[in-house]
């Protein structure tokens, strides 16, 4: 069981806008601004595009936006494209173990 | 550009060693924490183990405590995992990863490719 909470799955059409959620607890998530959003294709290594809650990577597409609320972060992506379509992962900085968390994973699909 | 390319994965037997490697450029080495991190075949990304920039603090999850060892070598920028007493549970591509920060188990902002550990008689 992962220390954070994803839906396992989202879908949405081209164009559209979607969110994924990642709630955790007031020891990680809510207690601090280090939540990053990883994507993932298949066979490939995930990539960072999100991090300290809201900031994008130089490269990543504005389409992409972070947010956090109480203990539960957000990544927005609006403006949906076909290779938007991946898993993603949130993870955070905690102070409940001495460990990095990270989420279950969401899949993506776009319709 | 940051480059971290891991080796030294394969197939190996249950309750055997097998020591991975994580080699870094691209950026100062030795100002940085670094993580391993694990992904069992369809499965989650899991966090391994994670090495401050002067090996001065190391933790480990608790399903590999006491049957891993993270340790690095600055002056070769290179990062490491001894797996000892391995089992099929840690079937897995392991992920070499950066930390922004020279301490502390902040999310990583850059990953390896990966090494597929295979455990199997």
């Known amino acids: 069981q992962s220390a954070l909470t994803q839906p396992a799955s989202v879908s949405g059409s081209p164009g559209q806008s979607i969110t994924i959620s990642c709630t955790g607890t007031?020891?990680?998530?809510?207690?601090?601004?280090?939540v990053s959003w990883y994507q993932q294709h298949p066979g490939k290594a995930p990539k960072l595009m999100i991090y300290e809650v809201s900031n994008r990577p130089s490269g990543v597409s504005n389409r992409f936006s972070g947010s956090k609320s109480g203990n539960t972060a957000s990544l927005t992506i609006s403006g949906l494209q076909a290779e938007d379509e991946a898993d993603y992962y949130c993870s955070s900085y905690t102070s409940s173990i001495s460990s990095a968390v990270f989420g279950g994973g969401t899949k993506l699909t776009v319709l | 550009e940051v480059q971290l390319v891991e080796s030294g994965g394969g197939l190996v037997q249950p309750g055997r060693s097998l020591r991975l490697s994580c080699a870094a450029s691209g950026f100062t080495f030795d100002d940085y924490a670094m993580h391993w991190v694990r992904q069992a075949p369809g499965k989650g990304l899991e966090w391994v183990s994670g090495i401050s920039w002067n090996s001065g603090t190391i933790g480990y999850a608790d399903s590999v405590k006491g049957r891993f060892t993270i340790s690095r070598d600055n002056a070769k920028n290179s990062l490491y995992l001894q797996m000892n007493s391995l089992k099929p549970e840690d079937t897995a591509f392991y992920y070499c990863?950066?930390?922004?920060?020279?301490?502390?188990?902040?999310?990583?902002?850059?990953w390896g490719q990966g090494t597929l550990v295979t455990v199997s008689s």
């Open positions: 007031s020891s990680d998530v809510g207690g601090y601004k280090y």
């Open positions: 990863a950066k930390s922004p920060y020279s301490s502390g188990w902040y999310p990583p902002d850059y």
